[in-house]
């Protein structure tokens, strides 16, 4: 029998280029000091291409990092593939398109979209956002209004008056007697609509308050909206509080029966609250006073096995062949583990996007609850019970795969708290230190990796030279460590799908022919 296998994705800690704001070096972190001093490792590439986005410029990011470990694969993710669909035209023949945009030139009634305002590439892009309003106009929709959430979290922290500016110059071009474009409403992503995991529901209520109903503090413009609630709150934009777009102390963008919405975001995580809103008959989680009579669609079907959201303008990728796949054919145990943040990524989108088991017998699921406060407030996290419950599945003897998610680098890096993120990356190290001694007890080979970077660049230089905070991922290469003496690395150049091959190998087991290489020397 081949020794068990222990996965850890440090989420977030990547290798810094530039010393700026590096909270992974600045932590106290002698267990993965003495792993990379002492064992087998190697960089893994955790963006742009190597996780099928469109370049090297692209940020990787938690959703695509999982699909690429889990699978062994590199897809087309996020914004390449809506990339393509644009580019071909594919997006625009889809039924769902045809279905929104028919029912309102049909009725004379309002095109609305909701989504990230930014290029980050990460949940949104602008581009997509302005592509579809050109082709509406074209096609003879009369009204369109959109309700911008921002960002300053997959980009510059305050960089949101220039994706303002973006947008209120493209509807301006497109203005005219027979077209009619305005921004309708908006709030910071972390303050209204853009939950996940069901962690806070208010803020989903709250942006379904501020979009559908437009109740909220009104403003002429979106840049007056943003440039007063600066002033008022000293926060950055993915904190910025709701606001609605009025003229005469109307809403210029309320959504009513007889409108369309697209939800123009592409990763899932952050867009299933509010498509559950949008889409399902028996809504519990709060009260949507009169839900509008809509058709309503994302950019993505944001989970294949609910159907949610039911109408979607891009197909996603198919991804076959997982490791977890693999592993259920030859009988093999998986345990997988993480807190309410990173659950998802652990399960969901390490099986290729896949919310069922492939095996109910031989894949089993544990999720804790994350604690609903800032990250910046209690920078451990779960990380304690994360780590108890690996050791606890460990010295059971039942699995023969073992992953789990420490999310303390990204959810607490994402905060722009350099204190609070030096003693997330302190937490995990010690996480790291307790499942060492428990790997000794047992006798298995650990792994560590990271999706993508975040706490290792919190600082960055703006376009004037000046130092200022970073909250986004960074372009930074994570570790791969092997704490097992007997196994040896190849040299090369690797990134997160060499990773489940190598498990594979581990394993005894040999990778598809589909799969990138193991990064096993012979």
């Known amino acids: 029998m081949k020794k068990p296998v222990i996965l850890v994705v440090m989420d977030g800690i990547g290798f810094s280029k530039t010393g700026l704001g590096d909270a992974v070096t600045e932590a106290n972190t002698p267990t993965l000091d003495m792993l990379l001093k002492e064992y087998p490792h190697t960089r893994l590439k955790a963006h742009g291409d190597a996780v099928g986005l469109p370049s090297d410029d692209d940020m990787g990011n938690s959703e695509v990092g999982h699909n690429a470990l889990g699978c062994g694969q590199i897809y087309s993710q996020g914004a390449k593939l809506v990339n393509e669909s644009i580019e071909s035209g594919k997006i625009y023949r889809?039924?769902?398109?045809?279905?929104?945009?028919?029912?309102?030139?049909e009725k004379g009634s309002t095109l609305h979209f909701i989504g990230l305002l930014s290029d980050g590439n990460v949940h949104s892009n602008i581009n997509h956002l302005i592509s579809m309003?050109?082709?509406?106009?074209a096609e003879g929709v009369k009204k369109a209004r959109v309700h911008i959430l921002l960002d300053g979290r997959d980009v510059p922290a305050t960089s949101a008056l220039t994706y303002v500016e973006q947008l209120e110059n493209a509807l301006t071009s497109l203005n005219d007697d027979s077209f009619d474009g305005k921004i309708a409403s908006g709030g910071g992503r972390m303050k209204i609509t853009m939950d996940r995991y069901q962690a806070d529901w208010n803020m989903v209520k709250m942006g379904w308050e501020t979009h559908v109903e437009g109740k909220g503090r009104q403003f002429e413009k979106a840049a007056d909206a943003i440039e007063t609630y600066r002033a008022e709150y000293n926060v950055i934009d993915q904190d910025l509080p709701a606001f609605v777009i009025a003229e005469n102390g109307e809403p210029v963008g309320r959504i009513e029966d007889g409108d369309s919405v697209i939800l123009?975001?592409?990763?899932g995580d952050r867009a299933l609250e509010l498509s559950m809103a949008f889409d399902y008959d028996d809504f519990t989680f709060f009260d949507r006073g009169k839900r509008p009579d809509v058709l309503y669609?994302?950019?993505?079907?944001?989970d294949g096995d609910l159907n949610l959201p039911r109408r979607y303008l891009v197909d996603p990728p198919e991804i076959t062949n997982?490791?977890?796949?693999?592993?259920?054919n030859h009988g093999l145990m998986q345990y997988a583990v993480s807190e309410t943040q990173k659950y998802g990524h652990v399960t969901y989108f390490w099986n290729g996007n896949r919310s069922e088991k492939f095996s109910e017998e031989k894949e089993v699921f544990v999720e804790i609850p994350s604690d609903k406060v800032s990250f910046d407030e209690r920078p451990w996290m779960k990380s304690a019970e994360v780590t108890d419950s690996v050791i606890e599945a460990l010295r059971s003897g039942r699995y023969d795969f073992i992953r789990c998610n420490y999310p303390n680098g990204d959810m607490v890096g994402h905060t722009g708290s350099m204190p609070a993120t030096i003693i997330a990356c302190e937490s995990v190290d010690l996480g790291l230190k307790r499942l060492i001694d428990a790997v000794d007890?047992?006798?298995a080979t650990l792994l560590i990796t990271a999706d993508h970077g975040n706490a290792d660049e919190m600082l960055e230089k703006n376009k004037k030279g000046e130092i200022?905070?970073?909250t986004a991922h960074s372009l930074n290469p994570v570790p791969f460590i092997v704490y097992d003496k007997s196994v040896r690395l190849k040299e090369g150049a690797f990134g997160l799908a060499n990773v489940a091959p190598t498990v594979a190998e581990l394993l005894g087991l040999t990778p598809p022919d589909c799969w990138e290489e193991s990064m096993l020397a012979q």
Do not use: C, P
């Open 94 to 105: 889809s039924d769902a398109w045809k279905a929104l945009t028919g029912q309102v030139i």
């Open 264 to 267: 123009y975001n592409f990763r």
């Open 322 to 328: 997982t490791l977890s796949e693999l592993l259920v």
């Open 468 to 470: 200022q905070v970073r």
């Open 297 to 302: 669609a994302g950019m993505l079907q944001y």
């Open 133 to 137: 309003l050109h082709e509406a106009k």
């Open 441 to 443: 007890e047992v006798g």
